[in-house]
């Protein structure tokens, strides 16, 4: 079955930085052609689209994280990363990856961050 393995969250300052990734399987052969985006949910709050990037390398961005977060992949190793910087309290969330659109069967469980001082 596909699956989504989000690692990389965890306890950070303010300001702080942190890279996420994102490893699927069983998508060796064909990773490379598919859409992928990651997505988060907050506390009390709807899970919402942060970024995608096309097979192409086409890119999205969120109006909340442009200019301080950066989507990448490597399909050689199946992997989508999330590079984020600047951190705020309120980016706090379990972030997801997930194909575009998503499948309903492909969530995983996510990987938190903590944005605290």
């Known amino acids: 079955q596909v699956q989504f393995v989000e690692s990389g969250g965890g306890l950070v300052q303010p300001g702080g930085s942190l890279r996420l990734s994102c490893a699927a399987s069983?998508?060796?052969?064909?990773?490379?052609?598919?859409?992928m985006g990651w997505y988060r949910q907050a506390p009390e709050k709807q899970r919402e689209l942060v970024a995608h990037?096309?097979?192409?390398?086409?890119?999205y961005y969120a109006d909340s994280v442009k200019g301080r977060f950066a989507i990448s992949r490597d399909n050689a190793k199946n992997t989508v990363y999330l590079q984020m910087n600047s951190l705020k309290p309120e980016t706090t969330a379990v972030y997801y990856c997930n194909t575009i659109p998503p499948g309903e069967d492909y969530w995983g469980q996510g990987t938190q961050d903590n944005v605290s001082s």
């Open positions: 990037i096309s097979s192409g390398g086409v890119i």
């Open positions: 069983p998508f060796r052969i064909i990773f490379r052609l598919l859409r």
